[in-house]
């Protein structure tokens, strides 16, 4: 799979890429003690899903293997010197796949033993009361029915269609990630140095579907109904993690969780086949690591930062605050952690990664909004904290940042700052300033911090007007901020009942907006 890399290596770095991966696995196993004990621990149930995943991730890597061996001219040669053979391809595509299965196999359980561990140690699902499980449940049925419905009617947020466009809804490459199914292929061009391990920390979740659509001969739709439903799973349990680190009660649990479902974010992310579900759980995941002192952070980290680079911005906080105080001992963690990154991007066969690092980095330059003035990036930055919670004003057009131009759904232009984006970041900053010795608060703020960096000093998505496709990545230190001020302000006026009959009104509001804004309009014709 290594030589459908990146675009930008100009060597064939097949051999050099998969000899530091066997070196690198070979060192890592004998410092394993016993991989197969992950195998026994595993509940039926999970042993099943694991199988399906290692059959779905192996089976999607043998088309690869047949396309490569199909190419390579050793493999025409031994064709032509045994012709009696039908498909030589084929034949070695099928063969290391089944040799493959067993490895993969054995490392999924021994993935999914450390997660559930964490997910136990966090007490993410512990103690839940029987109505909220009740809710969360209708939640979550109606979310994937919701989302069904609309793929069956049609294919706009998927466009698998050979040849298809990206950027149909907002600026999302959602069509290229289905046909190329980015969520099993290491090297995909999506999957470069801002994703460079998106495929090995989502390949456990998306390997079962994958594999039972083609068990079952299903289509594209029921393929990609069956890979969100498992998005939003994640999504749901991701914001269920959120809500562990807020210390509520089951019925603040409830309201939380509830507003959260309703935001235009949310139901976005619902809906738009992309690769941000997956980093943000992995996300939330590091963030509930690190609130709680986990001892797996460093895991979580690894697949916070494989999934989306940008996460690894969160090293710096993984230590308590103590640990400042010895700036050599905090140095020389995060010294070892970055290593290890760098150690398992080159054990999973990312050698590309480093070899064309600077010509990459370059390349990038045209997502950054070097040519859009400050205040531009600004009133982008007020309207993007807006898109957090409520529906963006957006309309049907031409997209003319690609060769061919076509029919698109984008955000307007703005043009002035976002008098409600404005207003709920200074409620985050006071929010902060009540809650600054509580860590959550801390790190919830240094992530609002890290988005103006990234969005409004580097200016990224602004050329292309796109950074409501970053709200759920970021929008959970603004959900965080706000909760904490409300629960807050309940607490000082003593009226238990203020903070549900808020949420209450909060939820009527997002809902009605996303009610009205998908309801049918006559300009909808165009995209039809």
């Known amino acids: 799979e290594i030589q459908w890399g990146n675009d930008y290596c100009e060597a064939n770095l097949t051999l050099p890429s998969m000899v530091i991966a066997f070196i690198l696995i070979l060192l890592l196993s004998s410092q394993v003690s016993d991989l197969w004990s992950a195998v026994r621990w595993m509940p039926w149930g999970l042993n099943l899903f694991v199988m399906l995943s290692a059959i779905g991730i192996c089976w999607r890597l043998q088309k690869y293997a047949y396309d490569f061996l199909g190419q390579a001219p050793w493999v025409q040669n031994l064709q032509a010197a045994y012709p ?178 309703c935001t235009y974010t949310t139901f976005l992310n619902c809906l738009m086949i992309e690769q941000y579900v997956s980093a943000y759980f992995w996300l939330i995941l590091t963030l509930t690591c690190i609130v709680q002192n986990n001892e797996k952070t460093t895991v979580a980290l690894y697949g916070a930062g494989g999934t989306l680079l940008t996460s690894l911005a969160l090293l710096p906080v993984t230590e308590t605050w103590s640990s400042f105080k010895t700036p050599k001992k905090w140095l020389s963690i995060m010294v070892r952690r970055g290593l290890g990154f760098m150690l398992l991007l080159l054990m999973c066969g990312r050698f590309d990664i480093f070899y064309s690092l600077f010509k990459k980095i370059d390349s990038l330059q045209t997502f950054t909004g070097k040519e859009v003035a400050v205040s531009d990036r600004i009133f982008q930055f007020t309207g993007f904290v807006h898109d957090c919670f409520l529906a963006p004003a957006a309309s049907i057009g031409e997209y003319t940042l690609t060769p061919v131009h076509h029919i698109s759904w984008m955000l307007d232009p703005v043009e002035q700052i976002n008098g409600i984006g404005l207003m709920l970041i200074l409620l985050c900053l006071i929010s902060f300033i009540i809650h600054r010795n509580e860590r959550l608060a801390r790190i919830a703020a240094y992530w609002i911090v890290f988005s103006m960096v990234l969005l409004i000093g580097l200016g990224w998505g602004t050329q292309e007007n796109g950074l409501i496709l970053y709200t759920l990545y970021f929008g959970w230190a603004f959900y965080v901020l706000l909760f904490l001020l409300l629960k807050k302000a309940a607490a000082k006026l003593h009226q238990p009942l203020l903070l549900p009959l808020i949420c209450l009104f909060l939820t009527l509001v997002l809902f009605f907006t996303c009610l009205l804004y998908t309801s049918p309009s006559p300009r909808d014709g165009l995209l039809s």
């Open 84 to 261: 009696s053979v039908t498909d030589l391809p084929l034949t070695l595509s099928l063969c290391l796949a089944l040799m493959s299965y067993l490895f993969v196999y054995v490392a999924l359980a021994q993935f999914w033993k450390i997660l559930t561990r964490i997910l136990k140690e966090s007490r993410v699902f512990s103690e839940l009361a029987p109505f909220e499980i009740g809710i969360y449940s209708f939640l979550l049925v109606l979310s994937i029915l919701f989302a069904a419905r609309l793929f069956l009617l049609t294919s706009v947020f998927y466009d698998s269609a050979p040849g298809g466009y990206y950027d149909l809804i907002y600026t999302s490459d959602s069509g290229s990630l289905v046909r190329n199914m980015a969520w099993l292929y290491l090297t995909f061009p999506e999957n470069d140095l801002r994703q460079p391990l998106f495929a090995v920390f989502s390949a456990p979740f998306v390997g079962a579907p994958y594999a039972l659509s083609q068990f079952l001969g299903l289509s594209t739709t029921f393929e990609i109904i069956l890979i969100n439903t498992l998005q939003i799973a994640l999504l749901f349990v991701s914001n269920l993690m959120l809500a562990r680190l807020l210390k509520l009660t089951s019925a603040m649990r409830v309201c939380f969780l509830v507003v959260l479902t």
